[in-house]
């Protein structure tokens, strides 16, 4: 007889459990799930041009330079159409399924929004901004009661006094508020990445039956998979996040990953021993990349908030990719994070083992393309011309579907929206 080789039987495992766990998702799942996600996904087209036109007329746009890569203004208030369509969405729910307890974190979205949109107008210092973060932060510590109360083993920590959880609370959500923002540098990447992890948290959530948190989580979801639509597609609608959106998007990953670890304990679900990992993996487009860039401009003598093109999805927009090209290749790497975390999940590894295969993992898919890319445009410069122009001729078929996508999004709706600013 023929038997097949330990490695194909274990993947063979690996995919059935898969595949399970996405038909027991899809059969366990309520009507107001789906309305939750269906909600903000309708209401996305009707608010959203209309915020464009308002935008272009009041001139609050975000115009070419030297670092920036869109070559015309491109209209800076996503955040604006993100907090308008949840609340709606929000409120809608409210009447199916009680989430009032919801309505003070969304008070503290709408306060970090009026930030944003300050420093999408007027700039504010970082400084001023990283006080204003942390300040908010506190105030969900002390009164929302979110936060990070345990390590749940890493390294050796469990529990953590009082003053300490409080200290990497703070710093945690810091990190999270900012990494949102460094990666909204191209069309669709903060809001694909943020659109999956409202997905994921989503499902974590209801598997947990945290019923209130994940209908946040996928009203989220549904939001800006709508707003990704408008903003990579669209000639006549496209909008930027902003500030205003990014700070929107951090506060509600911060809200969904640092609740007290405690909640996550559930000895039917082989994950829950892996929560802080299954974050890393999840978070690890936008957490390493902020992490490498912050090193590098540290190491150049340089402000850490002080922009340049270090990003990873610069790199590859300069070696030929499309923005959505760059964007899905990032959000490809994301998930080739997340499936060596859910690899070692099935696979009963212990947690430090887990933290060291994650963390590795999302070295090499997250800065490996960037330090590769960099090593064959400083020493191999025509290897490096060579792939440009071998990207450049593969985006044509993409840019195709593009265009599609961009009639079809735009509609034949009068031309009203694409005068020139002058």
């Known amino acids: 007889m023929f038997y097949p080789p330990p490695y ?4 063979s495992i690996l995919s059935s459990h898969f595949l399970l766990d996405i038909m027991q998702f899809m059969v366990n799942i309520d009507l107001v799930y789906i309305l939750s996600v269906l909600i903000p996904v309708i209401i996305m087209p009707i608010v959203l041009p209309m915020v464009v036109l308002m935008a272009r007329r009041k001139r609050m746009t975000d115009n070419p330079n030297a670092r920036k890569i869109q070559d015309r203004p491109v209209a800076v208030m996503g955040g604006t159409v993100i907090m308008l369509v949840m609340c709606v969405a929000c409120i809608v729910i409210n009447v199916l399924y009680n989430i009032s307890g919801l309505f003070p974190a969304l008070c503290v979205m709408v306060i970090l929004y ?25 105030l969900l510590y002390f009164g929302g009661n979110y936060g990070i109360d345990s ?25 999270l508020l900012n990494a949102v923002n460094f990666a909204d540098g191209i069309d669709g990447l903060a809001s694909g990445l943020g659109a999956m992890t409202g997905l994921v ?20 979801f549904g939001a800006l998979l709508s707003f990704f639509v408008f903003n990579v597609f669209s000639k006549r609608y496209k909008m930027y996040m902003g500030d205003s959106g990014s700070l929107v998007l951090g506060m509600f990953i911060f809200m969904s990953v640092c609740p007290d670890t405690y909640y996550f304990f559930d000895e039917t679900l082989l994950t829950d021993n892996y929560f802080i990992s299954f974050n890393i993996a999840l978070l690890s487009a936008f957490v390493f990349d902020m992490v490498r860039v912050v090193f590098m401009r540290v190491l150049n003598g340089k402000s ?17 990719m499309s ?5 899905l290749r990032i959000l490809m790497q994301n998930i080739l994070v997340i499936a060596v975390w859910y690899v070692t999940a099935i696979m009963g590894l212990n947690s430090f083992l887990q933290y060291v295969l994650v963390l590795l993992a999302g070295v090499v898919f997250i800065w490996g393309p960037y330090f590769y890319l960099a090593y064959l445009r400083t020493k191999h410069t025509k290897r490096y011309i060579y792939k440009k122009k071998r990207i450049e001729h593969r985006r044509t078929k993409l840019d195709r579907f593009s265009n599609v996508m961009a009639r079809i999004v735009d509609g034949k709706r009068k031309n009203q929206m694409t005068h020139t600013i002058k």
């Open 8 to 11: 194909i039987s274990n993947l």
């Open 114 to 138: 009026i930030f944003g949109m300050l420093d999408d107008n007027i700039g504010l210092s970082w400084q001023f901004k990283l006080g204003i973060q942390a300040f908010i932060l506190l």
């Open 151 to 175: 390590l749940v083993n890493l390294l050796g920590f469990g529990a953590m006094p009082r003053w300490l959880s409080c200290i990497v609370t703070v710093f945690v959500g810091m990190i």
């Open 201 to 220: 948290m989503g499902y974590w959530n209801m598997e947990h039956e945290f019923v209130v948190s994940a209908l946040i989580s996928f009203t989220v």
């Open 304 to 320: 850490p908030f002080e922009p340049d093109r270090t990003h990873l999805h610069h790199a590859f927009v300069d070696v030929g």
């Open 323 to 327: 923005h959505l090209q760059a964007t």
